[in-house]
């Protein structure tokens, strides 16, 4: 929906203006400071933004007669305000009367009033901007998951250095076995070594009371001979059993035993310290996946802004900011950010064919005609006001009327126009 022609009198600086804007492209109504440029953008806000809008003394200063305010839409929409409370009419094409509601649903509040747009913070802008190309809820997820998955990378990493620096500060004992040493095989062996010194201590005590007896036999040999052979039999037996006996040594067993437990000692040094690299390892490669992972979300993203309809070649959104043409909005030129917001609110009601901007003077003509043609080939409405009298300007306002302009008749009662104003 556009404008096609708007008729104000006494409105604000107003006395009466007629501007038949064009339907695509930049109207821009020029003038000296002063003159009711910025009032003739307030009366079609209040026009077709609702009594929010109304200004806080709409009457002209030193009218008799009250607001009188027409705008026609392309479709032949007629939205009044006049009479004395300023009442809002509005006529269908068909001749059905209508209110507010019906003008809402094709007028973008930003489209307005602008300003309120580019005055929001960076955020809000870049999320109106994710809003209007409709990626904005997946975009808050995956934002979301990458700073949950940076986050839990954050902490892994911590830890991965806190446990390599750990195992690095390990000792090492190359010599030692890989396993810990048990002792009871030497104690066993010990035993059994023990227990035969043992055997041999008995074996050698008997040969002492075999000894014995033999002498007592001896000198009882008279009467024992018998028992004399017998015993020399026994005797013959025992020395030689006795004679190839050999004691073995513990000492070495013993200094062994002694030993384990440096040894071990050792061993559970070397398996700290395997296991702490482990660990550490471990956290690594937790941490490399989740660089992958973060990656995957990364692109994703990116994936997700390639494909979606953006208002304007070169604008985006990176890191909740909006950009353009790879800068932040401060620091976008002022004719940048026009554009930027043009083009965002544009799209925010694609029924609203128009878009309201006072004060364009930051413009120099050749952006303005870029920025005309912009407008022209997007299909959409300017109305601008400008500080200059200059050839750009689709009409100039002085002292409240359209320079060169016959004094508008509005309405029907001619009469009372000219009784009242002039
Ligand atoms: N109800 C009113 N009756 C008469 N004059 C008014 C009324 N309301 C505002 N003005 C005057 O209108 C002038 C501003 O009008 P407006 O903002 O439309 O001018 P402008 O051409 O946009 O000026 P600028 O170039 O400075 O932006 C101010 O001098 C202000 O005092
Ligand atoms: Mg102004």
Redesign the pocket.
Known sequence: MKINKLEIEN????KAVKVEPTANGLTIIG??????????L?SIAWALGGDRYR?S???????MIPPNLRVTMDNGLMVERKGKNSDLKVTDPNGKKAGQQLLNEFVEQLALDLPKFMEASSKEKANTLLEVIGVGDRLTQIDKEEQELYNRRLTIGQIADRKEKFAKEQVYYADAPKELVSPMDLIQKQQDILAQNGENQRKRSRLHQLEQDYQKTVEEMEDLLKRQKALESDLMIARTATADLVDRSTKELEESIANIEEINRKVRANLDKDKAEEDAQEYRRQYNELSKQIDDVRKSRTELMDNAALPLTGLSVKDGELIYNGFQWDSMSGSDQLKVATAIVRKLNPKCGFVLL??LEQMDTDTLNEFGQWLEAEGLQAIA?R?STGGECTII?EDGYVAGQEHPVMGDKKTEWKAGVF
């Open positions: 409105i604000k600086r107003i003038g000296k400071n002063n003159q009711g440029k910025t009032s003739v307030d200004p003394q709409a009457q002209r200063e030193g009218s006072d004060k006001t500080v306002i």
